[in-house]
């Protein structure tokens, strides 16, 4: 099996910043890539940024495209998500997660996941 523990939510002021980690534990060797995902209630989860370990491919969300920066470590089995110039409407339950194949921003492609951390941003 896989775990994956996310860390780094919290409550920020809008303008603020994060930083959020995840640790991968268990068989990962082989993975595609990385990514994070958040959910707001009564919305569908979607793909805030990944990493592709080959060729070092990152696409990013339009919505965070300026403010977030995604970066990893393969051989360490994490994955970070810097967050500047966070808004209201950033707060979700941000999530990692392990992909073995498939398109890269689709939940369908991701066989692991994390249990998530909750990140507020007040006005």
């Known amino acids: 099996q896989v775990q994956l523990v996310e860390s780094g939510g919290g409550l920020v002021q809008a303008g603020g910043s994060l930083r959020l980690s995840c640790v991968a534990s268990?068989?990962?060797?082989?993975?595609?890539?990385m990514g994070w995902f958040r959910q707001i209630p009564g919305q569908e989860r979607e793909c805030v940024a990944q990493?592709?370990?080959?060729?070092?491919?990152?696409n990013y969300a339009d919505s965070v495209k300026g403010r977030f920066t995604i970066s990893g470590d393969n051989a360490k089995n994490t994955v970070y998500l810097q967050m500047n110039s966070l808004k209201p409407e950033d707060t979700a339950v941000y999530y990692c997660?392990?992909?073995?194949?498939?398109?890269?921003?689709?939940?369908?492609?991701?066989?692991?996941w994390g249990q998530g951390t909750q990140v507020t941003v007040s006005s």
């Open positions: 997660a392990v992909r073995s194949r498939g398109d890269v921003q689709r939940v369908k492609s991701y066989d692991y």
């Open positions: 268990g068989r990962t060797f082989g993975s595609a890539g």
């Open positions: 990493i592709t370990w080959i060729g070092g491919g990152i």
